[in-house]
């Protein structure tokens, strides 16, 4: 057992102490933290493929449009397949580094003892987003589904198929991102006990 629960007169309630801090909370939060930088890992991963592979597919297209006069009629539709998947994962990607644009500017607005509610609020705005864009993303993927994209024989449905995964990855960015603020919210609070506080 990683903790055990031990009598704190100080603070008037029982406390896990030992590795990990509460045992059952910390495991959770590991194994949640864990997960979420393989699929951080995954995500960089990917979003630098789809990168390469807008880069390779926009010159090609350019290449043979204007120096040997033979349009590539696939490329702009691979590019911009390539474009939405890569925006969509890299907004997912961007939630735990708090790299949307509103995690810079709002905070700084508010008084220190807002911060984290408004933390708790943004990540939480991720999990919301997520769960009416899963719906909606295979409801469009399910209409798009049979149709083929221009200049390709491939289903629309695979371009449309980034909003849904995007979104169930929104929620569990923001759970992890939440369950990582609600650790920190912790550790604070042990602190705090431990010095008497």
Not at 111 to 136: D, E, H, K, M, Q
Request: proline share 4%; glycine share 10%.
């Amino acid at each position: 057992m990683d903790a055990q629960l031990v009598d704190d007169p100080d603070a008037g309630r029982h406390r896990a102490v030992g590795r990990g801090g509460r045992s059952g909370v910390g495991r959770a939060a590991r194994a949640v933290e864990t997960a979420g930088v393989a699929v951080d890992g995954a995500l960089k991963v990917a979003v630098c493929v789809l990168y390469l592979v807008i880069l390779i597919v926009v010159n090609a297209g350019v290449f043979w449009r204007y120096v040997l006069d033979d349009p590539l009629i696939w490329s702009d539709t691979i590019a911009t397949w390539s474009f939405i998947w890569m925006a969509m994962l890299a907004a997912a990607l961007a939630i735990p580094l708090r790299a949307h644009m509103v995690a810079d500017v709002v905070p700084g607005l508010l008084p220190n003892r807002w911060t984290v509610w408004f933390r708790a609020l943004y990540y939480a705005s991720f999990i919301v987003a997520g769960v009416l864009l899963t719906r909606s993303g295979f409801e469009l993927v399910d209409v798009t589904g049979d149709r083929r994209g221009p200049a390709v024989d491939l289903p629309l449905g695979w371009a449309m198929l980034a909003i849904p995964v995007a979104a169930i990855l929104f929620c569990l960015q923001g759970a992890r991102c939440l369950s990582r603020l609600g650790s920190e919210l912790r550790e604070k609070d042990d602190k705090a006990v431990d010095v008497g506080l």
